[in-house]
């Protein structure tokens, strides 16, 4: 078993690509360091990416819980302080103090409460110490809070020697003062347009297809659609204006269906150029999926739905089967349609197939999966707990045909983000939203392969996969790269 993949090019590449949308950016001209905190869209945790302004190369990254609002660099040691926070919604200013370490690359969170507080502030005062703007711990008959905060003081003789969770609430005590909250995100675009005109800022890849030509199909949370010549430069690309950024590329490779989200339809493009050759509107919320045939299905939308590509046939799962308790996995045969009907939308003619949960005393949430040739199904999932996910909570499954049995199971701490299967139909390529990529043998579920996802020093997150061909894997990124890779 090896235990790497193996990056044969990066595409959609600009600098400051780690940082996503930049909100905040702190140099340190000393050491020739830039900070550049960012906004990820969607679920994906906040980047803090460190660059060498000498070449602009990422030399380290942080993933924060919260938004990033205070950056600052040690004065003498390589660590980077980081501070985030963010209204609960509810009372609390929650938040965390984080401290990068340039060299390992690790991070670690200091406050020992779980709330934490939101940090709104940062200023090392000497080597020993540092000064940190903090909100109130909550606006609870206190409508203040969202104007002035408390100014506190932490020192320590060794920052690099410092333990997670070692802050208590009682050193984050002190005076009340008026505490501004700015916006830094048009100073940070006008430092890094500065240092390099050619960055822009895009989203998390959420579907990427090859074409025959060579060309790439990616779709992203701002983007329906955008079509990249295989020169790695933008042929044509489709704003989302409404869409869904679903894309399923049509029998022929000549067109291209996108799903529109408001109001809801289903749209067909031109391969060629992108020019819209039909549209049609939907009676409500589907899912677009690619069919085993090369032609699209719309599939109703459920929350946590799983997501079955190239299947014979079209998958989903309604809230409850009908004169059954539990949540049920249902098929329909788009076979039984006429061949003009396309997109499919089988939405009558679905047939229980068995129960979604295979253990009656756990609730399971279905993720992305494909069919094999004998029917079985191979899809992630995740256990429902009321606490979160716990350990071994995640797993890939692979259930019979007939009734659902599975054949093998495999279990993860960490929620899988894409899975999709290698040409040969026994290999089965998995993305994590910690980053590492894991290949399974289809046949008994045992770990072929294993490995961080890596660019350069730091880790990547994928969160689009596909197989392009023998040997290959596509990886669409958080922040909107596609990987080439060899397996």
């Known amino acids: 078993m090896t235990s790497a993949f193996r990056i044969d090019r990066v595409l959609a590449d600009r600098p400051f690509a780690e940082a996503c949308d930049p909100v905040l950016a702190v140099p340190d001209e000393r050491r020739g360091l830039l900070a550049v905190a960012g906004r990820a869209v969607g679920p994906w945790p906040q980047p803090v990416a460190v660059y060498r302004t000498a070449d602009l190369a990422c030399v380290a990254l942080a993933r924060c819980r919260f938004p990033v609002h205070a950056l600052a660099f040690h004065p003498d040691l390589p660590l980077l302080a980081i501070g985030t926070g963010s209204y609960d919604g509810g009372y609390f200013f929650e938040g965390e103090l984080l401290l990068l370490d340039l060299e390992s690359g690790a991070a670690v969170s200091l406050f020992e409460h779980w709330s934490g507080r ?43 020697a410092v333990a997670p969770a070692s802050v208590p609430p009682a050193e984050l005590a002190g005076p009340r003062l008026a505490v501004p909250r700015p916006d830094g995100a048009a ?17 998390p890849i959420g579907a990427v297809e090859e074409l025959a030509d060579g060309r790439l199909l990616l779709a992203m949370p701002e983007v329906a659609v955008e079509c990249r010549a295989p020169s790695d430069t933008v042929a044509w690309s489709l704003r989302r204006e409404g869409y869904g950024g679903e894309f399923a590329v049509a029998a022929g490779r000549r067109s291209v269906f996108v799903r ?10 031109s391969l060629t150029d992108g020019s819209l050759l039909a549209r049609r509107g939907l009676p409500g919320r589907f899912t677009l999926l690619a069919c085993s045939d090369d032609l699209p299905a719309l599939v109703p939308f459920r929350y946590g739905d799983l997501r079955i590509r190239r299947g014979r046939l079209v998958y989903t799962t309604p809230h409850r089967r009908p004169s059954q308790s539990e949540q049920w996995l249902v098929a329909a045969d788009p076979s039984q349609l006429p061949a003009d009907d396309r997109p499919y939308r089988p939405s009558d003619r679905y047939r229980g197939c068995f129960p979604l949960s295979w253990d009656p005393a756990q609730t399971h949430r279905p993720g992305p999966g494909v069919e094999l040739p004998d029917g079985s199904l191979v899809y992630a999932g995740t256990v429902h707990d009321g606490r979160g996910l716990q350990p071994g909570g995640s797993f890939v499954v692979r259930r019979g045909p007939a009734d659902g049995t599975p054949r093998w199971v495999f279990r993860t701490d960490r929620p899988a983000t894409a899975l999709d299967l290698d040409v040969d139909r026994d290999a089965v390529h998995l993305a994590y939203d910690d980053g590492e990529l894991v290949t399974l043998s289809a046949t008994d579920g045992t770990v072929r392969r294993r490995g961080p996802l890596t660019v350069g020093r730091v880790s990547v997150v994928a969160t689009a996969l596909t197989v392009p061909g023998p040997g290959r894997l596509l990886l669409g990124t958080t922040d909107g790269r596609v990987l080439s890779c060899t397996t």
């Open 187 to 203: 100073a940070a675009r006008l430092l890094l347009d500065g240092l390099h005109s050619g960055w822009a800022p895009r989203g």
């Open 260 to 269: 529109g989200a408001e109001p809801p339809s289903v749209a067909e493009h």
């Open 118 to 160: 939101q940090v709104l502030g940062l200023e090392w005062l000497d080597g020993r110490s540092l000064r940190l703007l903090l909100a109130p711990p909550d606006d609870w008959q206190d409508r203040a809070a969202w104007q002035e905060g408390h100014l506190a003081e932490l020192h320590r003789d060794d920052w690099r």
